[in-house]
């Protein structure tokens, strides 16, 4: 048994709703504990409830009934906490090969939001996005247009692209 201290980073929804530290909150763990047992403690210190919540690494939920040791979390690591209905969305550039940026949504979120956390509403209007080969429009919702994991391509309007 080794003592670890992980960093529970909240969704932006989280955030406005329940927690309110930006940068998120230090925890302090045996790598024992398991996931559901971390949810109670977070229930109980910010009161979030444990059912309502879905505690990620690296995008991937993480399995109640595993420790932090079975899944792999290591002292320092920085967990994400997102609603039990969030979706998790990757966007790319299509030139590419890897995701330009990964985030958690609701599923009642719409591309216009994607499109805004990715470049200000001030620049979101030159870029469209693109699901396997369909454009989006603005007013589609995360759910049911695209699915959880879903890779979605953001496309340049300016210089004819």
């Not at 670890?4 to 930006?22: E, L």
């Not at 444990?50 to 991937?60: I, P, R, T």
Request: proline share 6%; glycine share 8%; hydrophobic share 35%.
């Amino acid at each position: 048994m080794t003592s670890i201290s992980v960093i529970i980073k909240p969704s932006d929804d989280v955030m406005k709703t329940k927690m309110t530290p930006s940068t998120g909150k230090g925890y302090r763990f045996l790598d024992t504990v398991k996931i559901d047992e971390v949810k109670d403690d977070i229930e109980s210190l910010d009161g979030i409830s444990a059912s309502d919540q879905v505690l990620a690494w690296k995008g991937n939920p993480l399995p109640n009934t595993k420790s932090l040791r079975d899944c792999g979390i290591l002292d320092g690591y920085e967990l994400q906490l997102v609603y039990v209905d969030s979706v998790f969305v990757r966007v790319h550039d299509p030139d590419a090969n890897k995701p330009i940026s990964e985030f958690w949504m609701r599923p009642k979120d719409t591309v216009q939001k994607i499109k805004d956390n990715m470049y200000g509403a001030a620049n979101a209007g030159n870029y469209f996005a693109n699901l396997n080969g369909s454009r989006l429009k603005e007013t589609d919702t995360i759910s049911p247009t695209i699915p959880s994991g879903s890779h979605i391509y953001m496309v340049s309007n300016v210089h004819g692209g």
